[in-house]
């Protein structure tokens, strides 16, 4: 019983606060300093990564985009290691 008093409690509540929060939103007056926020901390995220990635080389290290290659190179030597692993066994059962 209590249960149930709390969902009725809950959803009407939760449904007052989306009907709210769609009013809200749809608001420029909310939306334009959002969007100009979000753009400001892409941009500060852009120049945080791109001081790190400076770091990263003056110290010698591989940066995130070198070790994305090297994995990607890794990822391609090991698929054509199983496809000739694949071809060998193809051969040796023709052989046996």
Do not use: C, I
């Not at 995220?45 to 890794?74: C, K, Y």
């Amino acid at each position: 019983m209590a249960w149930d008093q709390f969902k009725k409690g809950f959803d009407r509540w939760e449904n007052t606060t989306a009907e709210y929060l769609e009013t809200v939103m749809k608001n420029r007056t909310v939306l334009e300093p959002a969007g100009k926020l979000l753009s400001a901390a892409f941009r500060a995220r852009a120049r945080v990564h791109g001081t790190l990635s400076g770091a990263w080389e003056s110290l010698g290290l591989p940066t995130r985009r070198d070790q994305e290659r090297t994995l990607h190179a890794l990822n391609q030597l090991q698929s054509r290691l199983l496809d000739l692993e694949e071809k060998l066994d193809a051969l040796n059962k023709k052989d046996e």
